[in-house]
C-alpha cells in the first residue's frame, strides 16, 4: 500500500514560520522525483515546490526566497520550509510522489492534504 501522510499545517499569522512533512512508505522513496502543490477553493492545483530523486529544486515564482523543500532518503520523508507567510499562501497543502512507470499505469501519489491558513 502507497502512503503519503501530511503533517505540520495549521495557522499562522502573516510573516510567520511554518514548516510541512510528508511521511512515505510503500515505495522506493529515494528514486521518486517529490512536490508539494497547493490548491485553493475554485483553483486548480499547483506546484509550489519540487525535488527531484537527485536532489534538483525548482520552486514556483511566488515561493522563491521564502520556501524551502528537501528530502530525507534515509526516512522516506520530505518537507517544506515556510518563511514569510502570506496570506495568499492559504491553501491546502498535497504532497506527491512521481515516478517514470515501466507498464501501463502511473506511478503518481497524493497525500491527503494538510490545511494551511495565513491570517491575523
Known amino acids: 500500500q502507497v502512503q503519503l501522510v501530511e503533517s505540520g499545517g495549521g495557522l499562522v499569522q502573516p510573516g510567520g514560520s511554518l514548516r510541512l512533512s510528508c511521511a512515505a512508505s510503500g515505495i522506493v522513496f529515494s528514486i521518486y522525483d517529490m512536490g508539494w502543490y497547493r490548491q485553493v477553493p475554485g483553483k486548480q492545483r499547483e506546484l509550489v515546490a519540487g525535488?527531484?530523486?537527485?536532489?534538483?529544486?525548482n520552486y514556483a515564482d511566488s515561493v522563491k526566497g521564502r520556501f524551502t523543500i528537501s528530502r530525507d532518503n534515509a526516512k522516506n520523508m520530505v518537507a517544506l520550509q515556510m518563511n514569510s507567510l502570506k496570506a495568499e499562501d492559504t491553501a491546502v497543502y498535497y504532497c506527491n510522489a512521481d515516478r517514470e512507470s515501466p507498464g501501463a499505469t502511473p506511478w503518481v501519489y497524493w497525500g491527503q492534504g494538510t490545511q494551511v491558513t495565513v491570517s491575523s
Open positions: 525535488i527531484t530523486s537527485g536532489g534538483s529544486t
